[in-house]
């Protein structure tokens, strides 16, 4: 079984940085898309940003483009979500998600591909 466990959560006040890491432990998968998901109290679970493990293209939700960058350590077998210029309204818990199956890697901003999903990591973002 695949586990994946977030880092990196905290307070921050607007226009500040943070940066998320996902790393996937358990029993070896392959790896079709990593993904961030974010949800905000209240609020819809919402996709922020995904990347494909092979080739590497990453895909943002329009409310982060430009400002948050995620990439990926094959070798650490991590994800990255590099949060700058932070506003409060980025404050949500942050989910970390794994695609192995490659069913539906066209729908990566949904919830739909990701079978393995963190426990979530609390940003905070003060105005």
């Known amino acids: 079984q695949v586990q994946l466990v977030e880092s990196g959560g905290g307070l921050v006040q607007a226009g500040g940085s943070l940066r998320l890491s996902c790393a996937a432990s358990?029993?070896?998968?392959?790896?079709?898309?990593m993904a961030w998901f974010r949800q905000a109290p209240g609020k819809e679970r919402d996709f922020v940003a995904a990347?494909?493990?092979?080739?590497?293209?990453?895909y943002y939700a329009d409310s982060v483009k430009g400002r948050f960058t995620i990439s990926r350590d094959a070798a650490k077998n991590t994800v990255y979500l590099q949060m700058n210029s932070l506003k409060p309204e980025d404050t949500a818990v942050y989910y970390c998600?794994?695609?192995?199956?490659?069913?539906?890697?066209?729908?990566?901003?949904?919830?739909?591909?990701?079978?393995?999903w963190g426990q979530g990591t609390q940003v905070t973002v003060s105005s």
């Open positions: 358990g029993r070896t998968f392959s790896t079709y898309t």
């Open positions: 998600a794994a695609d192995s199956r490659g069913f539906y890697t066209s729908r990566y901003s949904s919830s739909q591909p990701y079978n393995y």
């Open positions: 990347i494909r493990w092979d080739s590497g293209i990453t």
